[in-house]
Every structure is written in structure tokens, then in C-alpha cells.
């Protein structure tokens, strides 16, 4: 394997380190380049650019593979839960008994919200989207606990256990609240006798003298939604948290921006949009047929919950969640859904279409998590902020590997200007 890659530019060749993964990805460095040659590189949209070394997740997208710390995704589906599993990405290693219990007992501890910020929420008008909402209680967090937000990367440290279950226990409390309060309804209390998933969904549907019960296949749907979204690399909203990271900025300011990329209906908005794009087919009195074709054309919507900038073949976790879906269904007793029958059309048709066969364009795991959502009774517009809770250990590990990294440097990529040259201001009066 070579160690340097040759460049040649204007004459000059430059020799340029290679470095080496776990996985053997490959990767050329090319950090020297502007100082040696004065050329940057250009890669719109990031789509073949490496912006860290990072021990968290590994993603194969040619052969549909997604390992947390290196144990594979079908493993951890089957064996581990959504705590466990937030465990072992945030620190690296699966939880001892013991480190479980403390995890646990942690999270128990710091469900409820500070009571100034449950008046927060009274600011917001009903109908205020609820990623606006966490976004914003999510940074709040770091004005209620200031000495875990400093902005000072050693000392924020020092408290990451208590940040890290602050954030992972409280985005659920958050999430629930900002659901009961748009429908005026009376808040729930976290209780010490539930786990993560069960308390989550007592949170948001218990009433006051109707303690909701979830299904055992409701529960574990739910947990599997959240340990399959529990990190993805560099996606958009990780590389968002990253970046704010970078600055210096503290665990809750990062994660709150990662809120924000994730709202983005080519990211975390995909799920919702994939409900919108079957209700629209439904209503049309389509099968999916006219909407692929449109699609296709290029004149209609995009085929929503398809296609992966990374997975150029079927994104693992639908593989997952589609299985755990059909068991859900079974439990709820729901038996026809005509949405899912337009998304199992959909799904037949463009795996057998050429257009999507050589643009190598598979089901993501937003294609099956919205109807997952749905079955479970969670509203269309909470179905993003689901997604933000299953991917918050994921943010929390990547803000860590920022925030202790010795060498840590700014993110701060270049552009090429394609503006206009220099020219001199006009008076008002001359304009026009
Ligand atoms: N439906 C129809 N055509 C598509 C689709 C789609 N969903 N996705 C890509 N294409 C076509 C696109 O028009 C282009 O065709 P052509 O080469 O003829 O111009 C080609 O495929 C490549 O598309 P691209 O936009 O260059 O691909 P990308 O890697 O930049 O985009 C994507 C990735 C996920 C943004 C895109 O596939 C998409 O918009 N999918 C629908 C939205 C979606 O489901 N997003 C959730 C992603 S998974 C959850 C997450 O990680 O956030």
C-alpha cells in the first residue's frame, strides 16, 4: 500500500501523506496543499471529503454496513437496547453491570425539568414546530446548569457524565412536553418505575386517570427506532455539531445546532415527508405509479425515503425496521393500512425500475420509520424530534471526540468566489 500519493499541479509535484483506516479506507491528506501550492481543494457538498478521524461509527455504503464502536447494527438490534447501546457510543465500550445500573440511576435522576424551564415552553405559540421548540429548550439546558456550558472544553469536561445524562434523559422530557402543551394538554411526570422507551411514551399519552400502557412490540419498536438512529457518522446535523464544537461552543449549544440541521426535510425531515408524499399519492387515488413516473421525470417530487448519500445499496437499519414494523402492526391489530400498502408498491416498483436500479437509489431508514411512528400513534409533526432523541448519544459522542481532541483546530473550510470583482460603490441616485 503506497504511503504518499503524487500530485502534479503547474508543474510542481507534490508528494501528499495517505492515511490508512481501521476498515482500510483510504484517504488522501491534503492539509499542506494551499501552503505549498496555493490550490484548494473543491468537493461540493462534502460528498468526498474525510472532515475527521473518528473512532464512533463505521458505515460501508457499498455493502449496506453500520457498526457502532465496531459491533454491527443487526447485532446490537437484536441484542442490546436503545440505553445500553447510547452507553457504548458515547464512551466506547459496552456497559459493565455496574456502569449500567449508574447510567440508568443518572438518567432516573435527571428526567424532570427545571421548573423555569417548563414555563419556557408557555412562550411558544400553539402551533410552534416542536424542533423549533427543542431546539431552543435543548441550548436553554446550558443557562440552567452553567457549569456544564462554559464554553471552555477542559471544564466542560469535567462534568460530561452529568451533561451527557442531562441531555439524553431531558430531550425526552422536552420532546413529550412540547407535544402535550401544542394539544393543551396537562403535562405528565417522569416515573422512577419505567424504562427510557416506557416512560417516553407514558410522557406523552398518559391522562389523568388513564396511565397509558405500552404493548411489549409497541415498546421495543420504539427502542429500536431510537438505537438505530443512535449515530451515522458525518451526516449533516454531526457534522453540524462538530463544527459548533469546534468553536469551542459547549455540549448543549452543539447538540441544539444539530436540532436544527436535523429538521431539513433531505435529512431528519425525510420521515415526515415520506407520510406527506403517501397521504398526497393516497389522495391522488394513485398506486404510486403516476407519482414514480413523475419522480422519474424529473418534473415531480423526489421519491421520499429513498436514495443515501452514503448507502449505495439497501441502508441496513430499513432492513431492521421493517421487520420490527410488520410485528408492531401485529400487536396493534392493525391489519390494512392503505399508506402502507402505497409504500410496499413503491418500494416493488422502484427496486425493479432502472432509474432507480443504476442510480443505485435503495429504501432509507426514513422510508419505514414514519409509518412505524404512525402505527405507534406519534403525531406526524413529533416525528423528526424522534429522530433527535434516537441520535443524540451519537451528537454527545461526536461533541466528545471534538471537545477532548489535544490537536483540535477550528473548522473553518475555504470556498472558490464566484462573485463579482472588485468595483466601486454607487450613490443612490445613480442607481437603477
Ligand atoms: N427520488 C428520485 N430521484 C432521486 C432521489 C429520490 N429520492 N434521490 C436521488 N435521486 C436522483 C437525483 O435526481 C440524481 O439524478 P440525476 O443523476 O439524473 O441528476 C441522482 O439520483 C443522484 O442524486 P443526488 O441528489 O446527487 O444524490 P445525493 O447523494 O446528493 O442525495 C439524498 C442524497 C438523500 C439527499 C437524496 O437521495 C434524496 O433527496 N432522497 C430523498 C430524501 C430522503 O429520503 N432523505 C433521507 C436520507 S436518510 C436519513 C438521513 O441520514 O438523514
Redesign the pocket.
Given at each position: 500500500m503506497p504511503k504518499t500519493a503524487t500530485l502534479k499541479i503547474d508543474d510542481k509535484e507534490l508528494s501528499l501523506p495517505i492515511i490508512i483506516g481501521t476498515e482500510n479506507e483510504r484517504a488522501v491528506d491534503i492539509s499542506k496543499l494551499r501552503a505549498e501550492t496555493g490550490y484548494i481543494t473543491f468537493d461540493d457538498?462534502f460528498?468526498n471529503t474525510g472532515s475527521a478521524q473518528s473512532n464512533i461509527t463505521y458505515i460501508d455504503g457499498e455493502q449496506g454496513i453500520l457498526r457502532y464502536r465496531g459491533y454491527p447494527i443487526e447485532q446490537l438490534a437484536e441484542k442490546s437496547n436503545f440505553i445500553e447501546t447510547a452507553y457504548l457510543v458515547i464512551h466506547g465500550e459496552l456497559p459493565t453491570p455496574e456502569q449500567r445500573t449508574h447510567f440508568s440511576s443518572l438518567l432516573t435522576q435527571h428526567a424532570p425539568l427545571h421548573q423555569g424551564m417548563t414555563r419556557l415552553f408557555q412562550g411558544f405559540p400553539p402551533a410552534a414546530h416542536p424542533m423549533a421548540v427543542l431546539s431552543a429548550l435543548m441550548n436553554a439546558l446550558g443557562c440552567y446548569y452553567p457549569h456544564l456550558a462554559t464554553n471552555n472544553h477542559q471544564r466542560d469536561l469535567e462534568h460530561f457524565e452529568e451533561a451527557v445524562a442531562i441531555a439524553i434523559s431531558k430531550v425526552r422530557t422536552i420532546a413529550a412536553h412540547s407535544y402535550r402543551i401544542s394539544r393543551g394538554l396537562p403535562l405528565n411526570h417522569p416515573k422512577r418505575s419505567l424504562n427510557y422507551c416506557d416512560n417516553f411514551l407514558h410522557l406523552m399519552f398518559s391522562e389523568p386517570y388513564n396511565d397509558y400502557v405500552a404493548t411489549p412490540e409497541v415498546a421495543s419498536a420504539l427502542n429500536l427506532f431510537l438505537l438505530l438512529h443512535a449515530d451515522?457518522e458525518q451526516?449533516?446535523?454531526t457534522s453540524t455539531v462538530r463544527m459548533v464544537a469546534s468553536a469551542g461552543a459547549n455540549l448543549f449549544a452543539s447538540v441544539s445546532a444539530g436540532v436544527n440541521a436535523?429538521w431539513g426535510?433531505?435529512?431528519?425531515g425525510?420521515n415526515m415527508?415520506?407520510i406527506e408524499m403517501l397521504k398526497s399519492i393516497h389522495a391522488d387515488g394513485d398506486d404510486g405509479t403516476k407519482f414514480i413516473a413523475a419522480?422519474?421525470s424529473?418534473k415531480g417530487d423526489?421519491?421520499?425515503?429513498?436514495?443515501?448519500?452514503v448507502y449505495k445499496n439497501y441502508?441496513p437499519r430499513a432492513k431492521i425496521i421493517k421487520t420490527s414494523f410488520y410485528k408492531a402492526l401485529a400487536s396493534l391489530g392493525i391489519k390494512d393500512d392503505p399508506l402502507l400498502n402505497i409504500a410496499m408498491k413503491l418500494e416493488e416498483v422502484a427496486l425493479s425500475d432502472d432509474?432507480?436500479i443504476s442510480?443505485k437509489?435503495y429504501p432509507?431508514?426514513?422510508?419505514y420509520s414514519g409509518l412505524i411512528m404512525r402505527a405507534l400513534g406519534i403525531p406526524e409533526e413529533m416525528f423528526t424530534v424522534m429522530f433527535a432523541i434516537g441520535r443524540m448519544p451519537g451528537w454527545i459522542a461526536q461533541w466528545h471526540e471534538v471537545a477532548r481532541n489535544p490537536k483540535l483546530k477550528i473548522y473553518r473550510p475555504r470556498q472558490i468566489y464566484a462573485g463579482h470583482p472588485q468595483r466601486n460603490y454607487v450613490p443612490t441616485n445613480l442607481r437603477g
Amino acid at each position: 500500500m503506497p504511503k504518499t500519493a503524487t500530485l502534479k499541479i503547474d508543474d510542481k509535484e507534490l508528494s501528499l501523506p495517505i492515511i490508512i483506516g481501521t476498515e482500510n479506507e483510504r484517504a488522501v491528506d491534503i492539509s499542506k496543499l494551499r501552503a505549498e501550492t496555493g490550490y484548494i481543494t473543491f468537493d461540493d457538498g462534502f460528498a468526498n471529503t474525510g472532515s475527521a478521524q473518528s473512532n464512533i461509527t463505521y458505515i460501508d455504503g457499498e455493502q449496506g454496513i453500520l457498526r457502532y464502536r465496531g459491533y454491527p447494527i443487526e447485532q446490537l438490534a437484536e441484542k442490546s437496547n436503545f440505553i445500553e447501546t447510547a452507553y457504548l457510543v458515547i464512551h466506547g465500550e459496552l456497559p459493565t453491570p455496574e456502569q449500567r445500573t449508574h447510567f440508568s440511576s443518572l438518567l432516573t435522576q435527571h428526567a424532570p425539568l427545571h421548573q423555569g424551564m417548563t414555563r419556557l415552553f408557555q412562550g411558544f405559540p400553539p402551533a410552534a414546530h416542536p424542533m423549533a421548540v427543542l431546539s431552543a429548550l435543548m441550548n436553554a439546558l446550558g443557562c440552567y446548569y452553567p457549569h456544564l456550558a462554559t464554553n471552555n472544553h477542559q471544564r466542560d469536561l469535567e462534568h460530561f457524565e452529568e451533561a451527557v445524562a442531562i441531555a439524553i434523559s431531558k430531550v425526552r422530557t422536552i420532546a413529550a412536553h412540547s407535544y402535550r402543551i401544542s394539544r393543551g394538554l396537562p403535562l405528565n411526570h417522569p416515573k422512577r418505575s419505567l424504562n427510557y422507551c416506557d416512560n417516553f411514551l407514558h410522557l406523552m399519552f398518559s391522562e389523568p386517570y388513564n396511565d397509558y400502557v405500552a404493548t411489549p412490540e409497541v415498546a421495543s419498536a420504539l427502542n429500536l427506532f431510537l438505537l438505530l438512529h443512535a449515530d451515522h457518522e458525518q451526516n449533516c446535523s454531526t457534522s453540524t455539531v462538530r463544527m459548533v464544537a469546534s468553536a469551542g461552543a459547549n455540549l448543549f449549544a452543539s447538540v441544539s445546532a444539530g436540532v436544527n440541521a436535523l429538521w431539513g426535510p433531505l435529512h431528519g425531515g425525510a420521515n415526515m415527508a415520506v407520510i406527506e408524499m403517501l397521504k398526497s399519492i393516497h389522495a391522488d387515488g394513485d398506486d404510486g405509479t403516476k407519482f414514480i413516473a413523475a419522480a422519474k421525470s424529473g418534473k415531480g417530487d423526489r421519491l421520499m425515503g429513498f436514495g443515501h448519500r452514503v448507502y449505495k445499496n439497501y441502508d441496513p437499519r430499513a432492513k431492521i425496521i421493517k421487520t420490527s414494523f410488520y410485528k408492531a402492526l401485529a400487536s396493534l391489530g392493525i391489519k390494512d393500512d392503505p399508506l402502507l400498502n402505497i409504500a410496499m408498491k413503491l418500494e416493488e416498483v422502484a427496486l425493479s425500475d432502472d432509474y432507480f436500479i443504476s442510480r443505485k437509489l435503495y429504501p432509507n431508514v426514513d422510508f419505514y420509520s414514519g409509518l412505524i411512528m404512525r402505527a405507534l400513534g406519534i403525531p406526524e409533526e413529533m416525528f423528526t424530534v424522534m429522530f433527535a432523541i434516537g441520535r443524540m448519544p451519537g451528537w454527545i459522542a461526536q461533541w466528545h471526540e471534538v471537545a477532548r481532541n489535544p490537536k483540535l483546530k477550528i473548522y473553518r473550510p475555504r470556498q472558490i468566489y464566484a462573485g463579482h470583482p472588485q468595483r466601486n460603490y454607487v450613490p443612490t441616485n445613480l442607481r437603477g
